[in-house]
Protein backbone atom coordinates (compact mmCIF):
# COMPACT_ATOMS: atom_id res chain seq x y z
CA UNK A 1 0.00 0.00 0.00
CA UNK A 2 1.54 3.22 -0.93
CA UNK A 3 2.32 6.03 1.63
CA UNK A 4 2.06 9.62 1.02
CA UNK A 5 4.60 12.01 2.47
CA UNK A 6 3.88 15.42 1.54
CA UNK A 7 4.45 15.31 -1.86
CA UNK A 8 6.04 12.13 -2.85
CA UNK A 9 4.97 8.48 -2.55
CA UNK A 10 6.53 5.97 -0.18
CA UNK A 11 5.70 2.67 -2.38
CA UNK A 12 7.45 0.18 1.10
CA UNK A 13 10.52 -1.31 0.45
CA UNK A 14 10.38 -0.76 -3.43
CA UNK A 15 10.85 3.02 -4.12
CA UNK A 16 10.39 6.77 -3.01
CA UNK A 17 8.43 8.84 -5.65
CA UNK A 18 8.28 12.33 -6.34
CA UNK A 19 5.30 12.25 -8.81
CA UNK A 20 6.22 10.28 -11.28
CA UNK A 21 9.99 10.71 -10.49
CA UNK A 22 11.89 8.61 -8.82
CA UNK A 23 13.66 10.22 -5.53
CA UNK A 24 16.62 8.30 -5.32
CA UNK A 25 17.41 6.53 -1.98
CA UNK A 26 19.61 4.14 -0.54
CA UNK A 27 18.18 0.47 0.45
CA UNK A 28 18.72 0.66 4.08
CA UNK A 29 17.46 4.14 4.09
CA UNK A 30 14.09 2.87 2.11
CA UNK A 31 13.67 0.15 4.83
CA UNK A 32 14.23 2.61 7.36
CA UNK A 33 11.12 4.77 5.89
CA UNK A 34 9.00 2.16 4.90
CA UNK A 35 9.25 0.59 8.72
CA UNK A 36 8.40 4.43 10.30
CA UNK A 37 5.69 4.58 8.01
CA UNK A 38 3.68 1.19 8.67
CA UNK A 39 4.19 2.39 12.28
CA UNK A 40 1.47 4.85 10.92
CA UNK A 41 2.90 7.69 13.86
CA UNK A 42 3.43 5.71 16.70
CA UNK A 43 6.67 5.72 18.50
CA UNK A 44 9.01 2.77 16.60
CA UNK A 45 12.42 2.11 19.27
CA UNK A 46 16.07 2.17 18.15
CA UNK A 47 15.80 -1.76 18.57
CA UNK A 48 12.62 -2.07 16.69
CA UNK A 49 14.17 -0.72 13.83
CA UNK A 50 17.65 -2.18 14.02
CA UNK A 51 15.67 -5.71 14.26
CA UNK A 52 13.48 -4.39 11.27
CA UNK A 53 16.24 -3.50 8.94
CA UNK A 54 19.38 -5.13 10.63
CA UNK A 55 17.82 -8.58 11.27
CA UNK A 56 20.29 -11.13 13.03
CA UNK A 57 23.14 -8.63 12.20
CA UNK A 58 25.46 -6.52 14.69
CA UNK A 59 26.05 -3.32 13.54
CA UNK A 60 26.82 0.32 15.42
CA UNK A 61 23.97 2.37 16.58
CA UNK A 62 24.83 5.61 14.57
CA UNK A 63 23.97 3.34 11.44
CA UNK A 64 20.03 4.69 12.17
CA UNK A 65 21.54 7.93 12.14
CA UNK A 66 23.38 8.09 8.87
CA UNK A 67 21.13 6.51 6.92
CA UNK A 68 18.12 8.89 7.88
CA UNK A 69 20.78 11.48 7.51
CA UNK A 70 21.41 10.38 4.17
Do not use: F, Y
Not at 11 to 38: E, Y
Amino acid sequence: MDVRIGHLTLQPHRQLCDGTRRVPIGRKALDLLSVLAKANGAIVSKDELMEAVWPGVIVEENAIQVHIAA
